[in-house]
């Protein structure tokens, strides 16, 4: 029986709520696409940090797994001895930035709604792997799951042996660790659910009543169709395609011809400020329309109640710039890091919006710069600033800095929150392309913040972001007219 994301959610939203039900994920082909261990092999390949028979004995054992769904303890204990030697803070950093840099980019969107779902219901949710800890956590964080059951690692005094003090959970074994888990916290496993991938799971699915195999291997395929599992396939990450490419390359095009247009408008009105506007619009139009991209935005009539604001955005991808520039459109400028002065990609904007940049390094410099944006915002240009100050790699929420608080407190003038929901599917903070589709947009109500006590900010602050939060957990519905 092959059933949906949504019907799983909506199974799971109108079942029993509470911690004694359990869920648990396997992580490789599940949570994720692929194998996060290829992430590690290839790093450590760029870095020339892996010899020829190594490399040779883990690809076959590889190849084999995938052909056969088995050979997982030839490039377990591969990959164990590897980390001989080793520490464990090494292990963990390069585990937080493979995660960012490659690991994040395969997560499946539809294994992060059903994660939430089991959240909202207050089940516990679980990690169940054969990976290691350094490969789990980062994705284990990022979903908001605490529990972890996976293949540890050995150490003494923070340096690896290279052998495993749980055995790899693998098969039975990771079954038997679940059940033991369940009993520890009190979970029913009988009215628990389960997700996995592989045909080695076939012992951990079956230890819980809801089980279901994820864009499962054939062999897991045929275990379920004789056990009658629901088979769940979830959609995969958005791979640029031609169309993404030709569309990318024209929506570069469209900016610079909008950019250029609305500058020969400026100049042959006379009107510097109408033209830039001009501008704006035109070009974030084109890019737009170029690469295949619409807009579903709900609150759009707030975008102009309280102008001059500071807008602040959630920020997953280079698409969010063009994203907004179709929204705010006049009379606006941008803050960035330094960093952002030279690249590439932003080149013919800052042109154009003449954004601030503000050097981190120098708090001298930092404030003289935020002085002039308090001053811009006083004449009646809005600033846009992202709070979380760079790309996040997943939707998950960043930390949210003070600057943008601090700014629109100064100058007295509101600030307006526009989500994003999934502009880093559309395309990942690390891609070059955008692949066409709808990105979704929800503009929240102006909040004043000029009245804002000094020794609230933090709390204020957290306010916001869980404003932020909410939303993208309860998108809002459209409001249709009458």
């Not at 604001?309 to 929204?327: E, K, M, P, R, W």
């Not at 066409?436 to 503009?443: I, R, S």
Request: net charge positive; aromatic share 6%.
């Amino acid at each position: 029986m092959n059933v949906t994301a949504r019907e799983v959610i909506e199974a799971v939203g109108a079942g029993p709520a509470g911690p004694r039900i359990g869920a648990f994920f396997d992580l490789d082909g599940t949570l994720v696409r692929g194998y996060t261990a290829e992430s590690i092999y290839r790093d450590r390949i760029s870095r020339a940090d892996i010899g020829p028979a190594e490399l040779a004995r883990a690809g076959a054992a590889a190849l084999d797994g995938i052909r056969n769904g088995g050979a997982a303890h030839a490039v377990a204990e591969t990959g164990l001895a590897a980390l001989r030697g080793r520490t464990v803070a090494s292990a963990t950093e390069t585990g937080e930035r493979l995660f960012a840099q490659r690991i994040a980019g395969t997560m499946r969107p539809e294994a992060r709604d059903l994660v939430r779902a089991h959240r909202e219901m207050g089940h516990t949710v679980v990690v169940a792997s054969s990976a290691t800890r350094f490969q789990i956590e980062p994705v284990a964080r990022d979903l908001g799951i605490t529990h972890i059951l996976c293949t540890e690692v050995e150490d003494e005094d923070g340096v690896m042996t290279g052998r495993s003090t749980t055995g790899l959970l693998w098969g039975e074994p990771k079954a038997a660790a679940v059940r033991k888990f369940a009993r520890a916290h009190r979970i029913d496993l009988k009215r628990s659910y389960g997700y996995a991938n592989g045909p080695e799971d076939v012992a951990f699915l079956g230890a819980v009543a809801h089980p279901y195999a994820v864009n499962p291997h054939p062999g897991l395929r045929r275990a379920a169709d004789d056990r009658a599992w629901p088979v769940l396939t979830l959609r995969e990450p958005r791979s640029p395609g031609l169309r993404a490419v030709l569309g990318t390359i024209g929506g570069l095009a469209g900016v610079n011809i909008g950019l250029t247009t609305g500058l020969a408008y400026g100049w042959l009105t006379g009107d510097h400020r109408l033209g830039v506007n001009t501008g704006i619009g035109l070009s974030a139009d084109l890019a737009l329309a170029h690469a295949g991209v619409k807009l579903e935005v709900v609150g759009a009539d707030k975008l102009e109640k309280a102008r001059p604001a500071v807008f602040i955005a959630n920020h997953q991808s280079t698409l969010d710039v063009v994203v907004l520039g179709a929204l705010l459109r006049h009379d606006f400028t941008a803050v960035a890091k330094k960093e952002a002065r030279h690249d590439p990609r932003m080149l013919a904007v800052s042109a154009v919006l003449d954004p601030v940049f503000i050097d981190r390094s120098d708090l001298t410099r930092a404030k003289q710069s935020m002085d002039g944006v308090v001053r811009r915002l006083r004449a009646g240009t809005s600033i846009l600033i992202f709070p979380e100050g760079t790309r996040m790699p997943t939707p998950a929420l960043g930390r949210f800095k003070k600057g943008a608080f601090h700014i629109a407190r100064q100058a007295g003038v509101p600030i307006v929150p526009i989500v994003l929901r999934n502009t880093g599917e559309l395309a990942w903070r690390r891609s070059l392309f955008v692949n066409p589709g709808t990105v979704d947009v929800a503009v929240l109500d102006p909040i004043p913040a000029g009245d804002w006590p000094a020794d609230e900010l933090d709390q204020r602050i957290a306010e916001v972001r869980g404003r932020f939060a909410d939303t993208l957990a309860h998108w809002p519905k459209p409001v249709c007219a009458a």
